[in-house]
């Protein structure tokens, strides 16, 4: 078998086996192959190999693969999966602009001041945020300098909204004690101006609520977009 | 009902693929040596032609789709960097064999010898002799399912065979035809 030479014919022996050779070259096949016992064999256990390939038995279909009508219908729809992923991220904008507006606006209402400071960032000086606000009981409680009353009211403003046990706002317990990061550089002195800053940070302190809910949003938008793709499937 | 298909109607192109879905699967299980990625591309292979059966342009349907399989099988093998060494599920069933009058019945050892053997060929001279020896496409519809010249397919299942011949236990040569 390893003695192929160019006086044999094994170059020739698979195309003639399928008729796929001149009639020069199937006569030169047939007279070699009676002449060469090598070619014989050769040919005959190709001859049997080739019957045995076509004698496999085939492994049935595991399953049926008729393409279903919603594995091609979101491709309709979307046109590509840049489509899909294009119109899911357009959906996770309109969410998130409403999911920021129902936040500002759900803690806007009980206090005014906090929706202010929220636009305003920390930077509310006392004086501003008791002079933007005299009939709020909050904005008066953090100018009058009583911190009790003004971190108690945050608190429970802040636990009535629904908002979730991680918010940073005092205790009610020891609100005084407790005041945001800042004060506490201040010193434990918990004068009057250094609380009315804790009462006045104390809806700043709300961004990473937002972030985490922002962030648990767009988690769900994710999953949501790769499951959409797995079920176009 | 390839024209239907063509057309863009699911339930021609369906009938489609029941018709060529064991064909399909069976070269890609032979391909690949996995069912599950066998699976994988037969589904995939039959998504990328309904996508682009309008652009089917005549000739032998079958030759067009085994052609989507075997880039499919190729992808998956890039993809994967899967090596065909674990073979076929022991417990993967047979189809009842088509009828045929000159059909050999071949032992199940004789079967996974040769499967086995197949599967050690080069890609593509895997791909020529699965595609005539064991589907029986003719030269001209392997060339297009294999985007190659018919001198190419010659000469890669004349190579494929004597390989496959040197690769199969020499008790098994003479006998396996029966
Ligand atoms: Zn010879």
Same mark, same amino acid.
């Given at each position: 078998?390893? &003695? ?13 086996? &399928? ?47 008729? #393409? ?7 491709? +309709? ?13 357009? #959906? +996770? ?21 906090? !929706? ?14 008791? !002079? ?27 636990? !009535? ?22 004060? #506490? ?20 302190? &709300? %961004? ?10 767009? #988690? ?9 793709? %797995? %079920?176009?499937? | ?16 693929? @029941?018709?060529?879905?064991?064909? $399909? ?18 589904? =995939? ?9 309008? /652009?089917?342009?005549? /000739? ?29 599920? =022991? ?19 004789? $079967?996974?010898?040769? @499967? ?7 890609? =593509? ?15 001209? @519809?392997?060339?297009?399912?294999? =985007?190659?010249? *018919? /001198? ?15 690769? *199969?236990? @020499? ?6 035809? /029966?």
């Amino acid at each position: 078998m390893g &003695d192929k030479k160019l006086e044999h014919v094994s170059d020739l022996l698979s195309p003639y086996l &399928d008729d796929q050779v001149t009639i020069a070259e199937r006569q030169a096949v047939e007279g070699h192959v009676r002449e060469c016992p090598q070619c014989r064999l050769q040919l005959d256990e190709l001859r049997n190999l080739t019957a045995a390939l076509g004698s496999l038995p085939a492994r049935p279909a595991p399953r049926s693969f008729v #393409i279903g009508p919603r594995a091609i219908k979101p491709a +309709a729809l979307s046109g590509t999966p840049g489509g899909l992923l294009r119109a899911v991220s357009s #959906i +996770a904008a309109s969410l998130l602009f409403v999911a920021l507006s129902v936040n500002l606006a759900v803690r806007g209402l009980p206090r005014q001041a906090a !929706a202010i400071s929220v636009f305003r960032s920390s930077e509310i000086r006392p004086q501003a945020a008791a !002079a933007s606000g005299p009939p709020l009981a909050a904005a008066r409680a953090a100018s009058s300098g009583a911190p009790a009353a003004a971190a108690q009211p945050a608190a429970a403003s802040a636990r !009535a909204v629904g908002v979730g046990p991680g918010t940073n706002t005092p205790a009610p317990a020891a609100p005084a004690a407790e005041p945001a990061p800042p004060a #506490i550089g201040a010193g434990t002195g918990a004068s009057p101006p250094a609380a009315s800053t804790g009462a006045a940070f104390s809806p700043s302190i &709300d %961004w990473p609520v937002l972030a985490t809910e922002l962030g648990l949003l767009a #988690i769900a938008l994710v999953a949501a977009a790769y499951s959409v793709r %797995w %079920w176009r499937r | 009902m390839t024209a239907a298909a063509c057309a863009g109607s699911l339930a021609a192109f369906n009938q489609l693929v @029941e018709l060529h879905q064991q064909g $399909v699967f069976n070269v890609c299980l032979r391909m690949l040596g996995s069912t599950t990625a066998a699976e994988d591309a037969t589904q =995939e292979t039959f998504f990328a032609a309904y996508r682009s059966v309008k /652009g089917f342009k005549g /000739g032998s349907f079958r030759a067009w789709m085994l052609r989507i399989a075997a880039n499919q099988c190729y992808d998956q093998m890039r993809g994967r960097q899967r090596h065909p060494t674990d073979w076929l599920d =022991e417990d993967a069933p047979f189809a009842d064999p088509d009828p045929q009058p000159d059909a050999v019945v071949l032992s199940a050892e004789v $079967v996974k010898t040769l @499967e086995a053997a197949i599967l050690k060929l080069p890609p =593509e001279q895997r791909l020529c002799v699965l595609l005539v020896d064991v589907q029986g496409l003719d030269y001209d @519809e392997a060339s297009r399912a294999m =985007e190659v010249s *018919l /001198g190419t397919v010659k000469s890669r299942l004349s190579r494929a065979r004597a390989r496959l011949r040197e690769l *199969l236990p @020499e008790d098994l040569r003479l006998k396996s035809g /029966g």
